[in-house]
């Protein structure tokens, strides 16, 4: 499966974007989505992820409150609303797939290319 995030760019803190992840070639109902970010000087961190079916979503304790996963199949693609952001979520974003969720960036098989989400103070 190919994947292409975007939605990212420059905002203010207390603003929100809505980041997308659309899927093209196998099935994608059949993978978990998570996303995940990279601010600079630091490791890759989870941030969501959510079920093949979209029953389950899972955040990390930064996101909780703030950011929304969501998917829809139909359209193969999967969405993460933030709100609230503050400048130390700027980072760039990645959404990665795999046939069940995870937290560890190293057990996902897919990857996006990564779109970057600036929140200026």
């Known amino acids: 499966v190919q994947l292409q995030a975007s939605g990212g760019g420059l905002v203010q803190a207390g603003g929100s974007l809505r980041l997308s992840c659309a899927a093209s070639?196998?099935?994608?109902?059949?993978?978990?989505v998570g996303w995940f970010r990279r601010a600079p000087g630091k490791e890759r961190e989870f941030v969501a992820a959510?079920?093949?079916?979209?029953?389950?979503?899972y955040s990390a304790d930064s996101a909780k409150g703030r950011f929304t996963i969501s998917r829809d199949n139909a359209k193969n693609t999967v969405y993460l609303l933030m709100n609230s952001l503050k400048p130390e979520d700027t980072a760039v974003y990645y959404c990665?797939?795999?046939?069940?969720?995870?937290?560890?960036?190293?057990?996902?098989?897919?990857w996006g290319q990564g779109t970057l989400v600036t929140v200026s103070s």
């Open positions: 990665a797939a795999n046939p069940d969720v995870r937290y560890s960036a190293y057990e996902y098989d897919y």
């Open positions: 070639g196998r099935s994608f109902s059949n993978y978990a």
């Open positions: 959510i079920t093949r079916s979209g029953e389950r979503t």
